[in-house]
C-alpha cells in the first residue's frame, strides 16, 4: 500500500513521543531528525523537508507545548497541521464555466503517468455531475492513443472527437471546440500527447494550443511512483506552460510519499485529484487533511 514505509517510520516516532510524560526540547529535537530522515527515505523533496521540519520545530519547542499537559500528542498534532499545509490545506475544486458556456480542460503529461485514462476519469465524474462532456484526441503521434480514447469514452459514455493522425493538434481541438458548440457539449477535454520525456516540442505544442484557445484549466497527470521525477516533472511544465493543478495518479501502489507531499510546496499549483486504480470509476478529489491521516497512519 502507499506510504506503508514512511507511516511505519513514523508511527515509531509518535510512539516514542507519547510514551514520555515530560518532553525535553532535546526529545523534540531527536524526533524531528527522524521524521527528517523518514521523509528524506521517503523521497520528498529536499528543501521541503527542511523547512518542514523546521514549521514543525519552531511550533513544538515552545513553553506551552512542553510545559503543557500531554506535549507528545501536542507535537503529533503539529506535525499533522503542518503536513495538510504542506499540500494544501483545503481540497481544490475544478470550477466550469456556467452550462451554457464551454469550458476547456487541457490535459498534459507524459507518456504512460496516466494521462489518457485520467482525461476519462474525469469526463465521467463530470458527466454524472450533469455536465456535457467530450474527450477529444489530440494525440497525433500514437494511433493507440486514439484508439485508447475511444475505448475509454464509449465505456463512460462519453462521445470522443478524433480526426485521426493527419492534423494538427490545434487544428483537432478547434474543429472540436466547433463540434461542441453545434451539439451541446459544455466541456471539452483536450487529451495531448504525451512523450517519454519533456522536450521542446511538445512543449512548443501545448504552448501553441493555450494560446490560441481560451483553456480554462491546463491539468497535469503525473505518476506518484515516480517520487521526485514527478515533482520535476510538474516545475518544468509549469514554468514553460503554466499549469493549474495535477492529479497524481497510481496512489494504489506502493508509492513512497515523495510526490503527495512536495509537489504544492515545490510548485505552488495544488492536487486536485488522485488516481487510486485502473477502472474508470477510481478517481478520489485529493483532500490533504486525509492524505495527512493516512500518512501519519
Ligand atoms: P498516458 O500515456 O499518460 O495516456 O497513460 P495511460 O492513460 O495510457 O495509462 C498508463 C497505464 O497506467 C495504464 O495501464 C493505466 O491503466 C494505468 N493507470 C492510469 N492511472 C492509474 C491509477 O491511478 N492507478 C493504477 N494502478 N494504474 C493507473
Do not use: W
Not at 28 to 56: I, Y
Not at 272 to 292: C, H, I, N, V, W
Amino acid at each position: 500500500m502507499a506510504f506503508d514505509s514512511l507511516s511505519d517510520k513514523l508511527q515509531n516516532v509518535f510512539k516514542k513521543l507519547r510514551s514520555k510524560g515530560v518532553l525535553t526540547e532535546d526529545d523534540v529535537k531527536e524526533a524531528m531528525k527522524e521524521v527528517k530522515r523518514a521523509l528524506l527515505e521517503a523521497d520528498v523533496n529536499f528543501k521541503v523537508v527542511k523547512s518542514f521540519v523546521k514549521s514543525v520545530s519552531d511550533r513544538a519547542v515552545g513553553e506551552e507545548v512542553l510545559k503543557g499537559l500531554n506535549p507528545g500528542h501536542m507535537v503529533i498534532k503539529i506535525v499533522k497541521e503542518e503536513m495538510d499545509k504542506l499540500m494544501g490545506s483545503e481540497m481544490t475544486e475544478i470550477k466550469l464555466r456556467p452550462s451554457n458556456e464551454i469550458t476547456i480542460i487541457m490535459m498534459c503529461g507524459l507518456q504512460g503517468a496516466g494521462k489518457t485514462t485520467t482525461a476519462a476519469k474525469l469526463a465521467y465524474q463530470f458527466k454524472n455531475k450533469g455536465k456535457k462532456p467530450l474527450l477529444v484526441a489530440c494525440d497525433v503521434y500514437r494511433p493507440a492513443a486514439i484508439k485508447q480514447l475511444q475505448v475509454n469514452g464509449e465505456k463512460v459514455g462519453v462521445p470522443v472527437f478524433a480526426m485521426g493522425d493527419n492534423n494538427k493538434p490545434l487544428d483537432i481541438a478547434k474543429a472540436a471546440i466547433q463540434h461542441a458548440a453545434k451539439n451541446n457539449i459544455n466541456l471539452v477535454f483536450l487529451d495531448t500527447a504525451g512523450r517519454l520525456h519533456v522536450d521542446e516540442d511538445m512543449m512548443n505544442e501545448l504552448a501553441e494550443i493555450k494560446e490560441n484557445l481560451d483553456i480554462a484549466y491546463t491539468i497535469l497527470t503525473v505518476d506518484s511512483m515516480t517520487g521526485q521525477d514527478a515533482v520535476n516533472v510538474a516545475t518544468t511544465f509549469n514554468d514553460k506552460i503554466g499549469i493549474d493543478g495535477v492529479i497524481l495518479t497510481k496512489l494504489d501502489g506502493d508509492t513512497r510519499g515523495g510526490a503527495a507531499l512536495s509537489i504544492k510546496a515545490v510548485t505552488g499549483k495544488p492536487i486536485l485529484y488522485s488516481g487510486m486504480g485502473e477502472k474508470l470509476t477510481d478517481l478520489e478529489p485529493f483532500y490533504p487533511d486525509r492524505m495527512a491521516s493516512r500518512i501519519l497512519g
